[in-house]
């Protein structure tokens, strides 16, 4: 499995620049942004593990 | 493609929780936990490219 795990340099960059960001949120805002993303991440997790059911099974690919 | 954009009933219920339990953070918590979260969710993204690129060139998975 070569499945990066890494950030690229440029999403470490945007990752810096969300830090500054970020830290003008108010609690409330903060809290409903970290409602959102762990939404997404779930819908992510979702996609991840679709697709590798797939990388296992290339054969259902066609059904 | 019928790859699932849907969150199942059990992640339903699991981000009802967070929404209860993001509401106990304070700000520099929350703020802490979204950026943590953004990059887990850019992992994830990488992780879905690289599996979508592997998906349209399967003859890639053997090199």
Redesign the interface.
């Known amino acids: 499995m070569d499945?990066?795990?890494?950030?690229?340099l440029e999403?470490k960059f945007?990752?810096k620049l969300?830090?500054g960001q970020?830290?003008d949120?108010?609690?409330e805002e903060?809290?409903e942004?970290?409602?959102e993303?762990?939404?997404?991440?779930?819908?992510?997790?979702?996609?991840?593990k679709?697709?590798?059911r797939?990388?296992l099974m290339?054969q259902n690919?066609a059904i």
């Not at 993303?37 to 991840?48: A, E, G, P, S, T």
């Open positions: 499945i990066p795990m890494e950030l690229s999403q945007t990752l969300y830090e970020v830290q949120l108010s609690a903060s809290q942004f970290l409602l993303v762990l939404r997404q991440l779930m819908v992510k997790d979702n996609m991840v679709h697709l590798l797939e990388r290339p690919l």
